[in-house]
Structure formats: structure tokens, C-alpha cells
């Protein structure tokens, strides 16, 4: 369905009334600016099937379909996302219905007998730009999110590359070492055991990512594992702290559960720790020192879980602190962030019935701190 420049509408009236149809047809007739093709179908069925075709720009939906109701098939094609705008056609006025009519998706409500020509066309075209309107909104999320899904997963590529390269690299050299050479027992000994060592340090790394993207599958909140969830974000980025001289604290009691989404979970720390790695080396740019910390503390209180992320960054400024949740909002060059991690976050967290909050000192550093609910 596109809502601009259209030179017909295409109507699919449900309903079992002979009668209704002739007045809407009569009515539709009197309507000089545009030419309506109207489709009827009389039962709760066909009028579903021809529904879920797509092919309509608007659909006239009688509220009483025999045995069912109007509000039945609207639920149905709520739940089919059928996108083309419902109007509920009904013969008596009820406040009620209409609030029902409203709240199951009808983009607007009619009484039969009261309908004038104006009146159908007003409804049908603001229900078309209305639906149009949300049709381009729910793109733009979707891209919003496929855009942000993508720069998540190009860090974790590269910061994967990176950390993989590292041990690679390490055993190549050493069994390099071990073919050409005539090495000692004990040499060999040495050289096999730091193998060894690096191959498992691989190995964590391989389950981390498992454990990360296992978890993207889950669509609902659910007791999660902060405590290897964060394990698994330290195993990522352990080489990165420490080739930047950064500290790393973590504070979190083995085991301890949060409701939330395991994948998103740590994208959410993901993102927190890359700013706070960013805002660590943008201070020490200007003005160098050695005692450069990120922490991640959980604790139990009550039914909740507080975590804080610190981090002794160059801090926020109160400007900039306002927008900080808001989409897009970046300080970092053109290709360096998009600003959509913390707005992600909010929303992520959000919907587990959490919160996150901010608290940042110029010059000193940066504190999130995130509620969850414990499951
Ligand atoms: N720990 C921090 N210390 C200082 N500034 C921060 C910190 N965290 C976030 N910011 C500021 O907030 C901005 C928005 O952060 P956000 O994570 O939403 O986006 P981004 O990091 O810029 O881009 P993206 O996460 O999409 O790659 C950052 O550009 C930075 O200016
Ligand atoms: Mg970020």
C-alpha cells in the first residue's frame, strides 16, 4: 500500500448485510475526488482470508459478523500484522466499543446510518496517512536496529580477530620452533605447555561468543547469569585493557541471576566498556596517567540488582550529560560510533523493567549505574 499519489482505493467491506453495502456504495458514488473499488465479503472467514492478502488499501469492518464480532477479527489480523487500516462500522453509538475498537487496532470507528459521503472519505484518507505514517516509523526502527545489530557485531569481529590473532600467532611460532629446531625435552616440554595455554585461551574466547549469541535468540526476560555474562565480556576485552594499561575490577558474586536477555545483556556491557576504554584514552591524550580503572560491581538489594560500571574517564559534561540517552547522540568522529549504544541500552533495559542512570565528574570519571530486577 502506498499512501501518495494514488488514483484508485481499493476497500474491502466485511459484512453480512446486503443493505449496508448498497448505502456504502451509494455513498462511495457520491465522492467526486477519487475512484473507490470495493470488494465485499459477507462472512467472518472470507472477509479474514481476503484481509490477509494485503492487496487492500482500508478495510470496512461491520461489527456484527454472526456468530463472531468486528473486535474478533480485528484481533486476528492484529496478530497476522496485517497492515492496511481497519474501521469498525457499527449500529449503535457505544463509547465503549469504540474504546475497545481503539484499543484492539481500529484506526477509526463509524456509525451506520449516520455516515455521510465526507465523512467516509475524511475517515478512510486519515486512516491511510495514519497507517503510512506508522509503516514508515516501524521501518526506520527496524533499520535503526539492524544498523546497531551491525555495528555490535563488526566490534565483536574485529575485537574476536584481534584477540584470536594474539594466540595464534603465539602457537604458530611455537611449533615453528619445535619442527626446526632439535629442541630438549625440556624445551619441549616448555614450549608445549604454553600451547597448551593459549589454545584454552581460545577456547574461552569461543565459548564467550557462543554464550553471547546463543543468547540473541531469546525473545523474553529470563534469569540470566550476570556473573558469566560479564565473564565472558572481561574474556573479550582483557587483551585490549591490558594493552592499554587499563585496570580492570570485577565485582560480581559467582552465580548471581538478573532478569534480562543474556545477548542483549552484554551488548550492554559491551557498549559501556568501549565507551569508558574511549573516554580513558581521550583523557589520557591531553593529559597522561597510570592509574586508568574500569569496574564492574554488582550487588544484591532486595528484589533488585545494582550494578555499577565505573570508569576513571575524561567524564560528561552536564550539556552533554542530558543527551546522552537520546538516539545518535555522539561526540566520536564520523565511523567511530553512531550513538546508539546507550539508547539501545535504555531501551533493552527498560524492557526487563529495569533502569540506568548516570552520574559523571569532569576530568574524574564516569559511574552507570543499572537496576534489574532479580528474577
Ligand atoms: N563512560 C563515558 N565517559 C565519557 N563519555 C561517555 C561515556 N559513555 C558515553 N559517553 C558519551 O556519550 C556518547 C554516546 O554514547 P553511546 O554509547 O550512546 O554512543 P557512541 O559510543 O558515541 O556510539 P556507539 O555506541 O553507537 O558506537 C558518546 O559519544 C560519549 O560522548
Ligand atoms: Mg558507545
Known amino acids: 500500500m502506498s499512501y501518495k499519489s494514488v488514483n484508485h482505493i481499493d476497500i474491502l467491506l466485511i459484512d453480512d448485510d446486503e443493505d449496508d453495502y448498497v448505502v456504502l456504495r451509494d455513498l462511495f458514488s457520491d465522492i467526486r475526488t477519487i475512484r473507490y473499488n470495493i470488494v465485499l465479503k459477507r462472512t467472518y472467514q472470507d472477509g479474514l482470508a481476503e484481509l490477509l492478502t494485503g492487496r487492500y488499501d482500508a478495510c470496512l469492518l461491520d461489527y456484527m459478523l454472526g456468530e463472531k464480532t468486528g473486535l474478533e477479527l480485528l484481533h486476528e489480523a492484529q496478530k497476522n500484522r496485517v497492515r492496511s ?34 465523512m467516509l472519505e475524511r475517515s478512510i484518507r486519515y486512516s491511510m496517512k495514519h497507517a503510512f505514517d506508522m509503516e514508515e516509523l516501524r521501518k526506520s526502527q527496524e533499520q535503526v536496529l539492524r544498523q546497531d545489530r551491525l555495528a555490535s557485531l563488526g566490534l565483536l ?10 594466540p595464534l600467532g603465539i602457537i604458530r611460532g611455537r611449533a615453528e620452533l619445535l619442527v ?39 525473545e523474553h526476560a529470563a534469569a540470566v547469569n550476570l556473573s558469566r555474562v560479564v565473564q565472558d565480556i572481561k574474556n573479550l576485552m582483557s587483551h585490549e585493557l591490558e594493552r592499554k594499561s587499563i585496570a580492570f575490577e ?7 541471576l538478573v532478569r534480562a536477555e543474556s545477548g542483549p545483556l552484554a551488548q550492554v556491557f559491551l557498549n559501556l566498556l568501549v565507551n569508558s576504554v574511549y573516554a580513558i584514552e581521550e583523557k589520557n591524550k591531553d593529559n597522561p596517567v597510570d592509574a586508568n580503572k574500569i569496574s564492574i560491581i554488582a550487588q544484591r538489594r532486595g528484589a533488585r540488582v545494582e550494578i555499577k560500571v565505573t570508569d ?13 540517552f537520546q538516539p545518535f547522540f555522539t561526540t566520536k568522529d564520523i565511523g567511530v560510533g553512531t550513538g546508539l549504544g546507550l539508547a539501545t541500552s535504555y531501551k533493552l533495559i527498560q524492557s526487563w523493567g529495569g533502569s540506568i542512570e548516570v552520574e559523571s565528574k569532569l576530568n574524574l570519571g564516569t559511574s552507570f549505574t543499572i ?5
Not at 103 to 116: F, M, P, R, S
Open 250 to 256: 570485577m565485582g560480581v558474586e559467582e552465580g548471581l
Open 157 to 166: 569481529a574485529s575485537s574476536l580477530a584481534h584477540e584470536i590473532g594474539t
Open 85 to 118: 487500516p481497519i474501521i469498525l462500522l457499527t449500529g449503535h453509538g457505544d463509547f465503549e466499543l469504540d474504546v475497545r475498537a481503539m484499543q484492539t487496532g481500529a484506526a477509526d470507528y463509524l456509525v451506520k446510518g449516520q455516515i455521510t459521503s465526507n
Open 312 to 324: 576513571t574517564g575524561g567524564g560528561i559534561s552536564v550539556e552533554n550529560i542530558k543527551k546522552l
Open 371 to 375: 537496576i534489574l530486577r532479580a528474577p
Open 180 to 218: 626446526n629446531g632439535n629442541a630438549s625435552a625440556d624445551e619441549v616440554k616448555e614450549n608445549m605447555s604454553l600451547v597448551i595455554t593459549q589454545i584454552d585461551r581460545i577456547s574461552a574466547l569461543v565459548k564467550s561468543l557462543l554464550n553471547l549469541a546463543r543468547g540473541k535468540q531469546s
